[in-house]
C-alpha cells in the first residue's frame, strides 16, 4: 500500500507548507511528505492515528497541524514581548516534519 497523493493535495491536508516563504525549503518538505507516502502502509494520511495508546483517535495530521500553529503563535509571542526573533521557515518546516516517521511506525488495522 501506499498514500497516492501528490503535492496539491498534499498543500490542501497541509496547507501551512504554504507558509514556507523559501521556495527550495518548502519543495525540501513536500518532497519528504512525499517520500514517505510512496512508502508508508496505510492508504490516505488522514487515517493514520496520532499515536495507538491514549490518542488513537486523533488524526495525526491534525496533531501536526495543531503543533506547528501552537509554535508559530508562541514564537511571535516571544517576537511582540521581548524582541526574540525567529526564522518562520525553519519553524514551519521543522514543525511540519516533526513527526513525518510516525506513518511508517504502525499499519492499518484491517480489523479497525
Known sequence: MAVRIDEAALT???????????????RGVVAIWLDIAAEC??????????????????RLIDHIRG?????????????????????RDVLVAACLLHD???PMESEPDPEG
Do not use: C, H
Request: hydrophobic content about 40%; glycine content about 6%; proline content about 5%.
Open 12 to 26: 490542501r491536508l497541509l496547507p501551512e507548507i504554504e507558509q514556507i516563504g523559501d521556495a527550495a525549503m518548502r
Open 100 to 102: 513525518v516517521s510516525k
Open 67 to 87: 503543533v506547528t500553529q501552537m509554535a508559530l503563535a508562541l514564537a511571535e509571542l516571544g517576537r511582540a514581548r521581548n524582541g526574540a526573533a525567529y526564522d
Open 41 to 58: 502502509p496505510w492508504e490516505r494520511f488522514e487515517d493514520i492515528p496520532k499515536n495507538l495508546d491514549a490518542e488513537r483517535n486523533r
